[in-house]
Nanobody, 115 residues
Framework: QVQLVESGGGLVQAGGSLRLSCAAS????????VGWYRQAPGTQREMVAI???????NYDESVKGRFTISRDNAKKAVYLQMNSLKSEDTAVYYC?????????WGQGTQVTVSS
């Protein structure tokens, strides 16, 4: 069973930056479009950014221009560079395939932005 491990979260002040990483136990990311998702308390999990096999990307409007998704198939990893963070970015961040998350969800990584 493929496992996902997210890391890189933490506590940061508004306007700061973080870089999240997602590592897969097997080479699966090269086969699918991959996305970063997030879930704030009391809300549904939502897609934040996606990247397809050709490197094409798409972002939710709320993060466009601030977040950048990238992937390294050789390292079985996907990254999310987050700049100009806002308090509303506070959430647990996860990675998975898109549009259907077919891999068992990892534990996620907590991002907390203080205003």
């Amino acid at each position: 069973q493929v496992q996902l491990v997210e890391s890189g979260g933490g506590l940061v002040q508004a306007g700061g930056s973080l870089r999240l990483s997602c590592a897969a136990s097997e080479s699966i990311f090269n086969l699918y479009t991959v996305g970063w998702y997030r879930q704030a308390p009391g809300t549904q999990r939502e897609m934040v950014a996606i990247i397809n096999g050709g490197g094409g990307t798409n972002y939710d409007e709320s993060v466009k221009g601030r977040f950048t998704i990238s992937r390294d198939n050789a390292k079985k990893a996907v990254y999310l560079q987050m700049n100009s963070l806002k308090s509303e970015d506070t959430a647990v961040y996860y990675c998975n395939t898109f549009p259907a998350p077919i891999i068992h969800w990892g534990q996620g990584t907590q991002v907390t932005v203080s205003s």
